[in-house]
């Protein structure tokens, strides 16, 4: 029986079983059956994938061989894209075909952070008939008015979602969402992604106030310090049960840039400097999120259980001059004065692209917005989502890599000014028009633009190549990004069945195993470096002192104020349960300092450049005062079009710490608490000079992103250290100021007033240095 289609619910289910029995006389086996839910309905292919549909989209069920299809785009034929029996490369190629060149060009968007709801009319902010949020009347899971366009007008089938009101709320707007877009055209379901979510802090950048109650995990840098790639993989299979759950497909993680300058901000996304740590951490963290196993696998190791990743940022983005961040136009500028290009690679092509599991490479790439300078031997510096040596010649090329590579989000619009995080990112290519900078882009090798939800700039890109290259030529460069970009979302079976159980998300979305599993993965993550006289594990029911931590006004990474704020640097109400409290440090036991890395700015004032200066500043490890000496007096690269000069030099400059006062603390309790014991807790997301505090504290405890609760259970000996540095800790400024962005282990570092040497790998347990099979693999220099 061939292309039998009729329209299935519940209601007229046994019409469709007569119907079929009639049609086929009684030769073919019925193999499917309908179970109805309160807004789409479930088809069960006994045998087959199961699919489900929306009552409201009009979708028609098709039957060939007693099996069950979605009729997409409503032709009454079964297309070979709405065959789920066949390879998702057969289904992507036949359905790119279909497709007008204003279908592709959606399908190469990537939208703007999304929250749901959306609140306000700023960042992340949208309407509900025009009114905003609060006064329009609109549910929690409701589709704004700009979501409704994008995915309506504008054909946007990626969606990034930051914040989410709950699971269920997050659950009921997945189904919104794959409702409307399955009445559309082909049918072609939305593909929604995130930033990491599981941090037990939110992170700005990462997951912008992401909410759910999702498990809680250290950060990348926490999770590298386990040195365990066993635990990243069961890490990685917790968080795409999570991830489905809540109607997310693809990961913009893991950031597998090695961390091999220690200034940059966004170390603490890393799995450190070390290539291959940073390797094996990445190839455990793609299969644990990629894998699809036994009913839930599709076929290759992908399935319903599985999450793509989007690996970034290609070709490492940790190498910024002076440890500046190319989110900013200052800090455009990756360098190699070490030469070492090539080693910047390794995650990519021992970790991400050659996996253990079945799926076998990462589905996606993502290029950093930097400028990696005169590493194309033509000459051009372009930024890399831009640069033909980079994608194409390197990427596509060299390494063979075929699967999507996706922008960072913004390096489209035209530039704002230099010290906005809120700028257009088109290094190199700023005299550009904003559809020539598509046209460009898309022709260096790269499928998608992130942050962009309008496709007339991809439509103009099209037209510009049309000119260049004729209709068909262009037409095959679009049908080639389109294939890609839908293999991954009919891998994930997003085609079969987008719409999830509302209940059955909020089961599985941090439910009390996740939680236990995450829990202990921050206990390992803990690094203890110093323990004089084996001050812990200190005795439960003591009584301890601990000063309340005093954070200056200030301003975010994105430049957004910050309060000043006085308060308990911990959770008060979980010490109580473990020990006494004292305001009093005549009175204590101990006192516990919690403090964070000093935090010097991204090396660029605008204050500055008002009075007379270039704007540059160094970046400091330190608390105290810093100036630079024995910093480049030229820097290496520099330039750009809104500067009259190149050199983006900072000798001589001073810069301090906005958040000095934390190692004032120290120092205050060190000497109020005289020979007591004093802890230092400290929560760190780059290399730190631990000179200025060192010798003040009896233990050094350091974390990166966990629960107090993880803290206070190792300091009462409920659990032992075990985690190791990721990263160096520099001796001084002086070898911060001497190494080079692009090279690994190449610090002088620090040793304790205890001998110890804070190196790559370092670790204290309750006998002394840790000495394992971890370090035994990883430690190599």
Known sequence: MKNIFIKSTAKNFLLIICSTILITGCTQKIKWKVTESVNFNTVTNDGGKTLGYSKSSNVILLFDDGYAFKDLNKNGTLDKYEDWRLSADSRATDLASKMSIEQIAGLMLYSRHQSIPARGRGYMGGTYGGKKYDESGAKPADLSDDQIKFLTDDNVRHVLLTSVESPAIAAEWNNNAQALVEKLGLGIPVNNSSDPRHRTRANAEYNAGAGGNISMWPGSLGLAATFDPDLIKAFGNVASKEYRALGITTALSPQIDLATEPRWNRVNGTFGEDPLLSSDLSRAYIDGFQSSYNSDEIDEGWGFESVNTM????????????GRDAHFIYGKFGVYPGQNFEEQLIPFLDGAFKLEGVTKTASAVMPYYTISYNQDPSGENLANAYSKYIIHDLLREKYGYDGVVCTDWGVTPDPGELGSFFTGKCFGAEDLSIAERHYMVLMAGVDQFGGNNEAEPILEAFEIGK?????????????????????NIFRVGLFENPYLEVEESTKIVGNPEFMAAGYEAQLKSIVMLKNKGNSLPVSKNMTVYIPKRFTPAGRNFMGGPTPEKLDYPINIEIVKKLFKITEDPNQADFALVCINNPNSGGGYNTEDVAGGGTGYLPISLQYNEYTAEGSRIKSIAGGDPQEGFTNRSYEGKSVTASNYTDLQMVLNTRKIMKDKPVIVSLQISNPLVFEEFEKAATAILVN??????????????????SGLLPIQMPENMATVESQAEDTPHDMTVYEDSEGNVYDFGFGLNWKGIIQDDRTSKYIRY
């Open 467 to 487: 000119a260049e290259h004729g209709e068909a030529a262009i037409r095959t460069r679009f049908e080639q990004s389109a294939i890609r970009l839908l293999k």
């Open 704 to 721: 990166f992103g966990v629960q107090d609760q993880a803290i206070l259970n190792i300091i009462v000996g409920n659990n032992e250290p």
């Open 311 to 322: 690996v970034k940022h290609w070709p490492g983005g940790g190498t910024g001059e002076g």
